[in-house]
């Protein structure tokens, strides 16, 4: 099981946004992990393209892009030419998942699918074996700071036997509301990845909270 912090940009100062880039470059952070939110699939709009092309121009970690929005394969390309290492989709956005997860693989990049947290895990049985990563998220998506779902556990126990049975290099990352306790049943879970916005960005010593949680 791999063990891997992926701050969330989301909760960042975008005041001194290279700084926080530097931060997460120094740090024992796996990822940088982008919550692209187009007001339509979440209530929510964050930021775009531009955003993810001036940070790949400094960032020394793979981009984790997680698109938050409908119909993405009209977009896909274009955050993928941006910098993006893994295009995350959601599963409630796409009538034709495969198909999508082709435009990505196409591309040579790192295809993954997020199920919101009333999406059962089994609906991925038939679309696994073409997964680098599944995303389950913990909170309702659209913002940051929110409490987690504990029903996340037992999600992540049944996905790790699907993983297990069909595609055991699939990784798991999970986002929203995690912390040191939440951090830690979820790696105890089977977890490879953890997303952290308000927790790590709200720190006093954000680097070391990012080496406190991948030590969990
Ligand atoms: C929510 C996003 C998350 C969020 C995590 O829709 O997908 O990545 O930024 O923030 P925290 O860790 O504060 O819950
Ligand atoms: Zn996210």
């Given at each position: 099981?791999?063990?891997?912090?992926?701050?969330?940009?989301?909760?960042?100062?975008?005041?001194n946004?290279?700084?926080?880039?530097?931060?997460i470059?120094?740090s024992?952070?796996?990822?940088?992990?982008?919550?692209?939110?187009d007001?339509?699939f979440?209530?929510?709009?964050?930021?775009?393209?531009?955003v993810?092309?001036?940070?790949?121009?400094?960032?020394?970690?793979?981009?984790?892009?997680?698109?938050?929005?409908?119909?993405?394969?009209a977009?896909?390309?274009?955050?993928?030419?941006?910098?993006a290492?893994?295009?995350?989709?959601?599963?409630?956005?796409?009538?034709?998942?495969?198909?999508?997860?082709?435009?990505?693989?196409?591309?040579?990049i790192?295809?993954?699918?997020?199920?919101n947290?009333?999406?059962?895990?089994?609906?991925?049985?038939?679309?696994?074996t073409?997964?680098?990563?599944?995303?389950?998220m913990?909170v309702?998506p659209?913002?940051?700071?929110?409490?987690?779902?504990?029903?996340?556990?037992?999600?992540?126990?049944?996905?790790?036997?699907?993983?297990?049975?069909?595609?055991?290099?699939?990784?798991?990352?999970?986002?929203?509301?995690?912390?040191?306790?939440?951090?830690k049943?979820l790696?105890?879970?089977?977890?490879?990845?953890?997303?952290a916005?308000?927790?790590?960005?709200?720190?006093?010593?954000?680097?070391?909270?990012?080496?406190?949680l991948?030590?969990?």
């Open positions: 099981m791999s063990r891997i912090i992926a701050p969330s940009i989301l909760a960042a100062d975008f005041n946004l290279g700084k926080e880039i530097e931060m470059n120094q024992e952070a796996g990822y940088i992990h982008f919550d692209v939110m007001g339509v979440v209530p929510n709009i964050s930021f775009g393209i531009p993810i092309e001036h940070v790949n121009k400094i960032a020394q970690k793979p981009l984790d892009v997680h698109l938050m929005i409908v119909n993405p394969d977009l896909i390309g274009l955050f993928i030419n941006a910098g290492s893994i295009i995350t989709v959601h599963y409630e956005a796409c009538i034709h998942l495969h198909r999508t997860i082709q435009i990505i693989k196409n591309r040579g790192k295809a993954s699918v997020c199920l947290p009333h999406t059962p895990v089994a609906v991925l049985e038939d679309i696994i073409e997964l680098d990563m599944v995303l389950l913990s309702n659209g913002f940051g700071g929110q409490a987690f779902i504990e029903n996340t556990y037992k999600k992540v126990r049944q996905l790790k036997s699907i993983i297990e049975k069909y595609n055991p290099d699939c990784l798991i990352e999970v986002d929203g509301g995690v912390n040191y306790e939440t951090g049943k790696f105890e879970s089977g977890v490879d990845v953890l997303v916005g308000s927790f790590v960005f709200n720190s006093n010593h954000p680097a070391e909270t990012i080496r406190k991948k030590m969990l």
